[in-house]
C-alpha cells in the first residue's frame, strides 16, 4: 500500500507574510508543506525541492533561503517567524505542530 500524508492547508495562508513572497518562495513553501512526514521532517536536498516544486534551482534556493530567515512579518512569532529549519538529510517546518 502506497503511504500518503494529509496536509492541513489553512485559508489564513492567503493573508500571512508568505503569501507576500515571489512566486517560487510560495511554491517552494507549499511544495514542503504537501511533503512533510508525520513529525514535520522534509527529507531532500535543494535541487529535489526544485524538481518538485517545478521550480528553477536558483529561485529554490532563494526561497529556502527566505524560509530560514527570521520574518518579522510572520504572525508566528516563535522562532523569530521562521518557517523552517535544517536537520540531517532535510528540514523540519517549525510550526508543524499548530
Request: without cysteine.
Amino acid at each position: 500500500m502506497i503511504e500518503s500524508t494529509y496536509v492541513k492547508l489553512f485559508q489564513s495562508i492567503l493573508t500571512s507574510s508568505v503569501w507576500q513572497e515571489d512566486d517560487a518562495t510560495r511554491l517552494v513553501w507549499i511544495t514542503m508543506l504537501a511533503l512533510k512526514n508525520r513529525f514535520g521532517e522534509v527529507a531532500g536536498s535543494v535541487p529535489g525541492i526544485a524538481h518538485a516544486a517545478n521550480v528553477p534551482l536558483d529561485a529554490a534556493r532563494k526561497g529556502i533561503a527566505k524560509l530560514l530567515a527570521p520574518d518579522p512579518d510572520s504572525r508566528t512569532k516563535d522562532h523569530q517567524g521562521r518557517r523552517i529549519e535544517v536537520i540531517k538529510g532535510g528540514w523540519r517546518v517549525l510550526n508543524h505542530e499548530v
